[in-house]
């Protein structure tokens, strides 16, 4: 059984930065890939970033590009989130979830959905004020 803590959270000025981290315990991070998701109120769980379990293949939603990078660190057992030039929009709850490390072999074919994650952190708020 996977679990996930993030942490990292808070309130900053819109422009500023944030680092957000994920802690992997009760599996291997060696056999999961990782993903960052986020739920504004009142709006569905949408995808952020994945990474997959060996941190040579990214993948971002179309408005963090360039903005946001997913890392991670298997001997730490901790996936980051660094998001840069932050915006009122990223005001969210982000959450971090784990999949078994071949489903992110299909996302070159399409981005990933909530649905290829088995196990997911309790969240931390992010709050970007203008």
């Known amino acids: 059984q996977v679990q996930l803590v993030e942490s990292g959270g808070g309130l900053v000025q819109a422009g500023g930065s944030l680092r957000l981290s994920c802690t992997i315990s009760?599996?291997?991070?060696?056999?999961?890939?990782m993903g960052w998701f986020r739920q504004a109120p009142g709006k569905e769980r949408e995808f952020v970033a994945a990474?997959?379990?060996?941190?040579?293949?990214?993948y971002y939603e179309d408005n963090v590009k360039n903005r946001f990078t997913v890392s991670r660190d298997n001997a730490e057992n901790t996936v980051y989130l660094q998001m840069n030039c932050l915006k009122t929009d990223d005001t969210a709850v982000y959450y971090c979830?784990?999949?078994?490390?071949?489903?992110?072999?299909?996302?070159?074919?399409?981005?990933?959905?909530?649905?290829?994650?088995?196990?997911w952190g309790h969240g931390t708020q992010v709050t970007v004020s203008a």
């Open positions: 979830a784990s999949a078994g490390w071949a489903i992110a072999t299909m996302w070159h074919l399409g981005l990933p959905d909530p649905r290829d994650f088995g196990s």
């Open positions: 009760g599996l291997s991070p060696n056999s999961l890939a």
């Open positions: 990474i997959d379990w060996s941190g040579s293949n990214t």
